[in-house]
């Protein structure tokens, strides 16, 4: 079983709300990651956690705040986002944190107004 | 600067033919390869993923990579209009943190 699953699957937020997107594996991965993707653009990488530990920050703006509470669940916490920010958001996990095979989540689509 | 690049198409094939995908990358320390295939407004699908020289074939599906070329493409054999989709060529530099670099995509249209 392959399986990543996102909650909830649209989206729709003000600027000035808070709201979180949530991701859940029970792989027993112990890598996973936020993307984020805008129409007609490949994937681009926001976060890595590897064994529950934040190992890579792309360059992200603070608005988006990610958490890993256990091995199996990561949160991305939103807050005071812009328009532009309005996406697909994806969510993946991989075995490890060393070249494995990345399996995405069906994804939530983000509506910033 | 690591790239990875492909041609955004589409490409158009009729069905029953083979689609040919093609995809190089800029770093000869590139360690592992893969093919995801996205429908439109759905995230990505893994494919394929190859590590060494060579061929690898699953069903209609055959990747190829060749790493002195800095070359890795997908063929797909008997192409179905299921199979019209977005192809994306994703590399592994093999740094720390499992960090996968996408190409564009190819838009790959199978018509019946």
């Known amino acids: 079983d392959t399986e990543v699953t996102q909650t909830p699957k649209h989206l729709v937020m003000g600027m000035t709300n808070k709201k979180s997107l949530k991701c859940e594996q029970h792989m027993g991965h112990r890598a996973m990651y936020w993307y984020k993707q805008k129409a007609k653009k490949p994937p681009e990488l926001m976060f890595v956690?590897?064994?529950?530990?934040?190992?890579i920050n792309e360059s992200v703006p603070s608005r988006f705040s990610p958490e890993c509470p256990n091995s199996s669940l990561l949160n991305l916490h939103l807050h005071a986002l812009q328009p532009e920010d309005s996406a697909l958001y994806l969510c993946?996990?991989?075995?490890?944190?060393?070249?494995?095979?990345?399996?995405f989540g069906p994804g939530t689509r983000l509506l910033v107004l | 600067q690591k790239e990875v690049e492909q041609n955004s198409g589409p490409l158009s094939v009729p069905e029953g033919a083979i689609a040919s995908l093609n995809c190089t990358y800029s770093d000869r320390g590139s360690q592992s390869f893969f093919w995801y295939r996205q429908y439109s407004g759905k995230s990505p699908e893994l494919i394929m993923s190859i590590y060494s020289n060579g061929d690898k074939e699953d069903g209609r599906f055959t990747a190829q990579l060749n790493k002195a070329s800095q070359y890795v493409s997908l063929l797909i054999r008997d192409s179905q209009p299921s199979d019209s989709a977005t192809y994306l060529c994703?590399?592994?530099?093999?740094?720390?943190?499992?960090?996968?670099?996408f190409g564009g995509g190819t838009r790959l249209m199978v018509k019946p």
């Open positions: 956690y590897s064994y529950e530990k934040l190992s």
């Open positions: 994703a590399v592994n530099w093999g740094n720390a943190g499992n960090m996968l670099t």
């Open positions: 993946a996990s991989s075995p490890g944190p060393g070249g494995e095979t990345q399996y």
